[in-house]
């Protein structure tokens, strides 16, 4: 049975449209370039931090993220940030019974800024927390260590098949693939091929039916 759910944070609670765009302004070039460029480099299976080096040769994530820290810039996030179906969701797990956590690969501020937001989740947390990064089998270990539940019955829900679904089922997890965002939208087919998810859904308000209806077949 499913008893703890975790989430990523990327595009499966955040909408990252805002935080992508103030990017593109730091680097001094047009939004839908920043974008289209960006959309590449996923649909190609490589790391999006490949599409700063293409505008930048160079960059520096880190140095860079100091920088705009500096200029008033801090990334973060806010209530306008939440997908519509976020609140609602982790709501109705809740209320089902079932642990629920929030962790990806944020940075602290993103992480501090969503804990301000008071979300109905029992954990969350980023990797800026803890210097450990999907798809890091570490990552997935502290949340087996952190939910009251063992591994086979957490369920880890993500949009990218390479961070959040593969790795999630080699530390034992089950998981959900979101097809949302970037990376749920355009994976490489190399990775949609490979290590299926336990389930894939369009929108979190699938889950709490599909987590009871799961549940209900493992009494």
């Known amino acids: 049975m499913i008893r703890a759910v975790v989430f990523d944070i990327g595009e499966c ?11 593109a302004d730091w680097l001094g070039v047009p939004r839908h370039t920043f974008s ?6 996923v649909a190609q299976g490589r790391d999006f931090r490949e599409t700063f080096q293409i505008f930048r040769p160079g960059f520096d994530l880190a140095e860079e993220r100091a920088q705009r820290d500096a200029a008033g810039m801090t990334e973060c996030c806010g209530e306008e940030d939440l997908y519509s179906d976020v609140r609602p969701t982790l709501s109705a797990l809740r209320e089902n019974g079932l642990w629920v956590g929030i962790a990806g690969n944020q940075s602290r501020d993103v992480a501090a800024s969503l804990r ?18 999907k798809p890091d089998p570490a990552f997935f270990q502290h949340l087996v260590e952190a939910a009251p539940a063992e591994p086979h019955e957490i369920l880890y829900v993500g949009d990218q098949l390479r961070n959040d679904v593969h790795p999630a089922l080699r530390a034992g ?8 965002g970037p990376w749920g939208l355009i994976p490489s087919s190399t990775q949609a091929d490979s290590a299926p998810a336990t389930m894939q859904i369009d929108s979190l308000a699938q889950l709490p039916g599909l987590i009871a209806e799961f549940n209900e077949g493992a009494r």
């Open 13 to 23: 609670l955040l909408d990252r449209t805002r935080e992508y765009g103030a990017w």
């Open 36 to 41: 289209a460029v960006f959309g590449a480099v």
């Open 116 to 133: 301000e937001l008071r979300l109905p989740a029992d954990l969350v947390t980023a990797s800026g927390d803890r210097g450990i990064s």
């Open 173 to 180: 997890l089950m998981a959900a693939w979101i097809r949302r």
